[in-house]
């Protein structure tokens, strides 16, 4: 099933964030249908950098190259500001799609962009945006998914936000994305708005601008697919500063042995007797 064919039933989808071959994976083992790709997740895996517009293009097509390994499942790429103006974004989609991203994610913000929970964000204008979503259809080769964010409601008001978001829609998105409503009031009005027109997408940052839902009250307003993007990356840098700071301290690992996989139970988790199988098979020994 493809993306735009799930996204035509009724019940939401819920999309975690992932940002290598591991993560991905065991996203893909504990069932979900979906998966997301977000720049934030490879800036702070990849880089160990802040959220502001320092991963680059080819990076996150990489770091997709490498999921898509692991995983059939459909990915969502977050693509920034599509890294420069229209015919960057056109460039941006043919290379996504090559690296098998089942939907591209471009948004409104000048360049380089930051966190849509920042402050101090810069827009560029609804026209130029529009040009920008206009260029990555022209550029589509195949069924790939075109997300519209706009970060308006930060910068110049939640009314602003809807006509852009109107705007986008009018361009060809495929569907919509209005970035960290301040309240569930707001959420709301949004589901009010556009469901039913288009698929509408919630984004869930723990201490973000916006208040955490689960995903069944984002399905009753109106929501069509919710990303929880970063929150695997929070996650993990917690388990990881407790054990730095356990076996700095103690030297050893067996403090944090229970919060951790042995040597098997990782291999267990990867897949490893699965793939020495596999070899197996083609080593002339069968």
């Known amino acids: 099933m493809t993306l735009r064919e ?6 939401i989808l819920v999309a975690p ?13 504990s069932g979900f249908e979906a998966l997301y790709l977000s720049g934030a997740a490879v800036a702070y895996t990849r880089l160990g950098l802040p959220d502001i517009g320092l991963s680059t293009a080819s990076e996150m097509a990489d770091t997709m190259a490498l999921i898509a390994e692991r995983t059939d499942l459909p990915v969502i790429m977050d693509a920034d500001t599509g890294f420069g103006n229209a015919l960057n974004a056109r460039r941006t989609m043919q290379t996504y799609e090559r690296a098998g ?44 998914l075109i997300i519209a964010r706009t970060d308006a409601i930060a910068v110049e008001g939640f009314d602003a936000a809807t006509c852009r978001a109107e705007a986008y829609i009018a361009a060809g998105a495929d569907a919509l994305f209005i970035e960290a409503p301040r309240s569930a009031v707001e959420l709301q009005k949004i589901g009010d708005q556009f469901a039913g027109r288009v698929p509408l997408m919630a ?36 388990t990881a500063q407790d054990y730095y700071d356990s076996l700095h301290k103690s030297g050893s690992n067996a403090p944090f042995a229970d919060r951790m996989f042995d040597f098997d139970g990782l291999n267990e988790a990867i897949g490893t007797a699965e793939f020495l199988s596999l070899g197996e098979k083609f080593d002339g020994r069968s």
């Open 6 to 11: 799930r996204l035509k039933q009724p019940n």
């Open 203 to 238: 984004n869930m940052v723990e201490g973000g601008a916006t208040p955490v839902l689960d995903a069944q009250s984002l399905e009753a307003m109106g929501f069509d697919i919710v990303i929880f993007p970063g929150g695997i990356v929070r996650a993990l840098t917690k």
């Open 101 to 144: 991203a089942a939907a591209i994610q471009i948004e409104d913000q000048t360049f380089p962009k930051r966190c849509g929970h920042l402050t101090d964000k810069s827009l560029i204008s609804s026209r130029e945006m529009a040009d920008k979503i206009a260029a990555v259809a022209d550029a589509r080769r195949r069924d790939t």
């Open 17 to 29: 964030g992932v940002y290598d071959g591991l993560t991905a994976n065991l996203a893909t083992q």
